[in-house]
């Protein structure tokens, strides 16, 4: 995964570093650094970093993930972004 397919995710999501930080359990400067190159992301990371590029396809998300990140928290915005990569309307 390259740093602009990672920075392309995080746009389409609407999402900040550090909200994207706070999804995949890293620092901030983790996201920084993979945006520039300076690091890359473990398989593990791609693998949700690619689910969520998935779910950004839905116009919905954007604004449910980001509220849910305000309003409840980051396990209800990652199962929505989740869910939403699968195909699931819940």
Not at 72 to 77: D, E, F, P, S
């Amino acid at each position: 995964m390259t740093a602009g397919e990672i920075r392309a995710i995080r746009d389409r999501l609407g999402l900040s570093q550090p909200q994207l930080a706070q999804l995949l359990g890293v620092h901030p400067l983790t996201v920084s650094k993979w945006e520039r190159s300076v690091l890359k992301p473990s398989a593990h990371q791609e693998t949700l970093l690619r689910s969520f590029g998935k779910a950004a396809k839905n116009p919905e998300v954007r604004d449910e993930v980001a509220g849910a990140l305000v309003t409840v928290g980051v396990v209800v915005a990652l199962f929505l972004l989740l869910q939403a990569a699968v195909g699931k309307k819940g």
